[in-house]
């Protein structure tokens, strides 16, 4: 079967259902892979989240990123984190001031003041494993949502791009909330499960498995994508 591309379209297998693929009308959308959510010493494991199984997660997410490229398939960094002076966080009123344990993390620790997820820092930069390369777009975001207040939707749209693959950190908070929020733009979001880790417990990663596969979209495997992309 070909698309309005002029491309083959392929069946990835995915649950509930297999997922027909056109790799010119797909996108990779890789979630937060930056030191303060897949680093030890960023602000995930500061605030005293279980980084266990983020080297499986990173290496597989390079090899997707390479896999994606290689295909033909836009590869589309999200990054996660405000200005230096934090005014993008939000004003007093915000939910995020409220809720945001990155901003919790820094009131309870005075001396991390202006490290946790601030723009230029250590802690915002994408890890080394997943740096951006020639062709590969980087949106940076100051919300869960990739598609909050940031230009994603068109950069998608006006690449003509229906499908996406999402993997990243952390599952049951950023991947997650992207996926809805793509669902409701009427995409079709796949989720990478062995490319994605919890913040939280182990059932979270489940939980999350649970509803995109029943409520918002569909789920697959690394080793699922490359042999479909082979075929």
């Given amino acids: 079967m070909t698309s309005e591309t002029g491309m083959r379209k392929v069946s990835l297998p ?3 259902e297999a997922v027909a693929l056109d790799p010119a ?3 990779l959308i890789v979630v937060d892979m930056q030191n303060a959510y897949a680093s030890h010493g960023g602000y995930l494991d500061l605030a005293g989240f279980d980084l266990t199984g983020i080297d499986t997660v990173i290496a597989n ?9 290689a295909a033909g398939i836009q590869v589309v960094c ?7 002076d934090y005014v993008e966080a939000g004003g007093p009123l915000s939910a995020n001031q409220a809720k ?11 001396e991390l003041e202006g490290q946790l997820l601030a723009k230029g820092g250590w802690d915002y930069a994408l890890i080394d494993a997943i740096k951006p390369r020639d062709g590969d777009i980087v949106v940076p975001k100051s919300r869960y949502s990739g598609f909050v207040g940031t230009p994603l939707d068109s950069i998608l749209r006006s690449r003509g791009i229906r499908t996406l693959l999402v993997c990243g950190v952390a599952t049951n908070v950023c991947v997650e909330a992207t996926i ?7 995409y079709h979001p796949v989720m990478l499960q062995d490319c994605c880790l919890q913040a939280g417990p182990s059932y979270l990663q489940e939980a999350s498995i649970f509803n995109i596969q029943k409520f918002f979209g569909w789920t697959t495997t690394l080793e699922a994508l490359a042999k479909t992309l082979a075929d």
Avoid: I, K, Y
């Fill in 25 to 27: 009308s797909t996108a």
């Fill in 180 to 186: 809805r929020d793509a669902f409701g733009l009427e």
């Fill in 100 to 110: 945001s344990n990155a901003l919790r993390v820094m009131r309870e620790r005075p």
């Fill in 14 to 16: 995915a649950l509930p």
């Fill in 61 to 69: 997410v390079a090899d997707t990123m390479d896999l994606c490229r």
């Fill in 78 to 84: 999200l990054q996660n984190g405000w200005d230096p």
